[in-house]
């Protein structure tokens, strides 16, 4: 199978589309979400439990596969898919971001990034060219290029300067990188300045990537300002490519994002909080943890039709989360990826059906009122 | 469905026994090995998943249910079979067991324990008639009877003051109990002492229980001693009713807990060592948490049909196991589930075909060459 993206359908009253992306494993609808894989596991969940809830395509960590087990043991394994089982799409980040927020622990300079390792502070070095080769020795559908990311807040002079290493070292990925059956993402950085987004977006899409990600947000910016970022970016990107928005995952920004034409997201927040007890509901998130829930025998949604909510009671999962027994955070992971992946899927319905926006008044008023 | 048990066949050679045990909720085929889920979970794994390698019944602990959640809770939510949906047969052990093994955070009288809580040090009170009130809430298929175990090793002495107890207690028990969906075991004790297990036996069987544990082995005493009390013990238990060797899963000990005429035995070993990184093979226990696994890419058993063994290999289950990924020890506890409850089958199949002997002597001789 060839790599490809099809816009479906642009939706007339925001800048949301409905498109196919062609992976190198299988065909995922966007806009999609994808459950992050860190370690080459979705934490605690298996494969078929991903399937089962509609995940089409995960992330996996280079920077972790990298220090452990090594991706070098991952190629003789066969790569990434089969080491895990998984034979679905697989998105791999560049391992920027990891390095970049190791702070005192890693210099910069043009040729790459020194770092310590966050496990036993020994000395690497990472570089846009060895993290196009590690990937590719991961083998991952999608690659992305070694970015540069700015922390919020920083400096207009550090953004540009950040920002135009990105576009030079986006430049050398794609020199090295080979893998045929792999595609190899631009990112662009700029932090929450406009001029810097759209000189960015006019640098990378100049280098014809496949595809394009929206790097340096949701970094501790107000979210306004990211969906300020997003709206300013927008008509810079080519139509015809996938956009991802990198490292966001709360219902609300989903639905923000997508109205501002984005087609891919990913986020370690529902597996996160789900293991310390927090679900997300239509009204808001819940702490299925909290001693209000010790007697409470209805699922965590009535009308959820996960595995959890299906076969399981609050009361039941608070007491499993209680005592550290491991099905609990399976079924409260399983339960948040299910719900970030049906409200994709409600998303694409209501963009087919053009009332994108009713629907999302509707979700973003329920999901506020019942914050706690 | 009402109890009961049907003895198929008894073995020509040994004293091994085919049956069906018929419980409240399913029919298990005997001899069985029950997975333990102590906290109402069997550790790690989701009822699918214990149902996909064929466990038929689990155990539960009274003691440990009794402090968390209390069995009250449970009894809100319609008992232990709905609370953590299982809807095949349950049994639960008395918290005698438990009780007993806190040492000096315990006192005996002839009314029953006083003993201080291992989460919060609380003060609590077991007696016959509790601990079968609790399991009365629990709603479990088979309850044991309150009883004290003596350690090893134990004086002549107290042993036999000890079984005396048990008795006495196992009447307390029998006359309370009331729930006619569940029935009540009893429970043989008398140490290594054989003229008390044989003692034990007569008293007990005196009550007429639907069924019979072995208590007080497996606590510390050599194997051999074990199987000693096991062959002196069997005569002088009915054929008619399932026999139980409590805390025992060990392969070996169950192939020889078999032949020795035992139906039904429960351990934690097969998932607690999963959870270290421990897996069995026809060829003794394997380390899969060892680096000499780091580039094994074989699965831990080439010819096992297991969940674990179809789909992932050694060094995968290994980078799992060092990262603390979940997924890791829901593998390994699969497989060593798997394992167990596949050898029970092949005992069964091997008891039918009357080459039971055969059967054991080639799986011991593997199992022991293997072996560390």
Redesign the interface.
Known sequence: MMFSFKLLKKDPNTRARLGLLKTFHNVVETPVFMPVGT???V????PEELKGIGAQIILSNTYHLYL??GEE?IA???GLHK???WDRAILTDSGGFQVFSLGPLRTISEEGVTFKSHIDGSTHFMSPEKAVKIQEALGSDIAMVFDECAPYPSEYSYAKEAMKRTYRWAKRCKEVHRREDQVLFGIVQGSIYPDLRVESAKYLTELDFPGYAVGGLSVGEPKPLMYEMLEVLEPHLPQDKPRYLMGVGSPDALIEGVIRGIDMFDCVLPTRIARNGTVFTRYGKLVVRNAAY??D?RPIEEDCQCYTCR???R??IR??L??D???G??LTTIHNLHFLINLMKEIRKAIKEERLLVFAREFLQNYEQGKD
């Not at 934490?43 to 298996?46: A, D, I, R, V």
Request: aromatic residues 12%; proline residues 3%; positive net charge.
């Open positions: 370690l080459a596991t934490k605690t969940m298996s452990r087990p043991l003789k394994a066969g080491f895990m089982n010790k007697e025998f076969n399981y009671s009361a039941y007491h499993l209680h005592n027994e491991v099905l955070i399976r």
